[in-house]
Nanobody, 126 residues
Framework: QVQLVESGGGLVQAGGSLRLSCAAS????????MGWFRQAPGKEREFVAA????????NYADSVKGRFTISRDNAKNTGYLQMNSLKPEDTAVYYC???????????????????WGQGTQVTVSS
């Protein structure tokens, strides 16, 4: 089992920045690919970004590419999502997730992630 706790959400004006954190406990965090997803009101949850267990590869949704950066510090069992140039359409609950398979590849599909945090609200005002 892996327990994930997100933090860092809040209210920010358009153009501003936030950094989300995802603290992991339980299994060896450094062996698992992690991702960030988000769900806006009335919409389905969508992929935002993912990073491999080593941190060597990343991918992003087109909507956040160039503005968001995913990273991880395996020594601290923590993942991050740096969000810059925020837009009102970025408003959502953001979730971190970890794959259940050791050393898994990057994947944008929710079904490939077995462990999820409770989510943190990000609200961007115009």
């Amino acid at each position: 089992q892996v327990q994930l706790v997100e933090s860092g959400g809040g209210l920010v004006q358009a153009g501003g920045s936030l950094r989300l954190s995802c603290a992991a406990s339980g299994r060896t965090f450094s062996s698992y690919t992690m991702g960030w997803f988000r769900q806006a009101p009335g919409k389905e949850r969508e992929f935002v970004a993912a990073i491999t267990w080593s941190g060597g590869s990343r991918n992003y949704a087109d909507s956040v590419k160039g503005r968001f950066t995913i990273s991880r510090d395996n020594a601290k069992n923590t993942g991050y999502l740096q969000m810059n140039s925020l837009k009102p359409e970025d408003t959502a609950v953001y979730y971190c997730a970890v794959q259940g398979m050791v050393w898994g590849p990057l994947d944008i599909r929710e079904s490939k992630y077995d462990y999820w945090g409770q989510g943190t609200q990000v609200t961007v005002s115009s």
